[in-house]
């Protein structure tokens, strides 16, 4: 099945520095990423989607210079967070729709990255 | 207004016995599709059961089946012959406009499930 990697799957990093994660799609060409913010015992929040090739589109709340995405091949996309805060700290996660799937296939999540900032 | 609504933030359930988890959701669209996805605590998203809402028959996979009624915008999944692996936080979420696989998931506030030995 489709498989999107995201590493890495935890981080700590001191507050104001940036940290990147990567997702890539292994098997399939992933023209969409979804990315999402999952505070501790919360629901998965919807942060961004980025298209290949294009600007990514922010959902209301989420600043925009703060976390930045990269989507330039069909196989990765990026998300920085920049001038990291200890608020920043949240469990993020990529998911991507299987372009040959069909309506009934799920998103393809990645494992997450687990981040804290100290 | 919440798109994806589980009442149900924590539940116990015998080993071996079933379990209702409740989803009811809100949209205007006629045409949607519904999701269950199992988090366990290491994070990851397990895809479990899909209902589209043009579907005529519930949706069954193994142990999960989706109680879809469609007039009360409900989707419950009913996990039966509980497991200790079952443990987990379940996830009911919704994409709308059915013809676009590459819409996103709205996701309601999941449901801990704890399988009691």
């Known amino acids: 099945g489709a498989v999107v990697s995201q590493h890495p799957s935890w981080v700590i990093c001191k507050s104001g520095t940036s940290v990147k994660i990567e997702c890539r799609s292994l098997?399939?060409?992933?023209?969409?990423m979804f990315w999402y913010r999952q505070f501790p015992k919360q629901s998965l929040m919807l942060m961004a989607t980025?298209?290949?090739?294009?600007?990514?589109?922010?959902e209301q709340g989420v600043e925009k210079d703060k976390f930045l995405i990269n989507h330039a091949s069909l196989t990765l996309s990026t998300l920085t967070v920049t001038s990291a805060h200890p608020e920043d700290s949240s469990f993020y996660i990529c998911?991507?729709?299987?372009?040959?799937?069909?309506?009934?296939?799920?998103?393809?999540f990645g494992n997450g990255t687990r981040l804290t900032v100290t | 207004a919440q798109k994806i609504t589980q009442t149900q933030p924590g539940m116990f359930v015998q080993e071996k016995e079933a379990v209702t988890l409740d989803c009811t959701y809100d949209?205007?669209?006629?045409?949607?599709?519904l999701f269950w996805y199992k988090q366990p605590s290491s994070g990851e998203m397990i895809f479990l059961i899909y209902?589209?809402?043009?579907?005529?028959q519930n949706a069954t996979e193994g142990r999960y089946s989706l109680n879809f009624q469609k007039a009360r915008k409900s989707a419950n999944l009913v996990i039966s012959a509980s497991q200790l692996g079952d443990s987990a936080m379940y996830f009911c979420?919704?994409?709308?406009?059915?013809?676009?696989?590459?819409?996103?998931?709205?996701f309601g506030g999941g449901t801990r499930l704890m399988v009691k030995p």
């Open positions: 998911s991507s729709p299987n372009p040959t799937g069909g309506v009934r296939s799920p998103l393809h």
């Open positions: 098997d399939f060409q992933a023209t969409t």
């Open positions: 980025s298209n290949e090739g294009s600007k990514a589109t922010y």
């Open positions: 949209t205007s669209d006629p045409s949607y599709g």
């Open positions: 209902q589209g809402s043009y579907d005529q």
């Open positions: 979420a919704m994409r709308e406009g059915q013809g676009n696989a590459g819409n996103m998931l709205t």
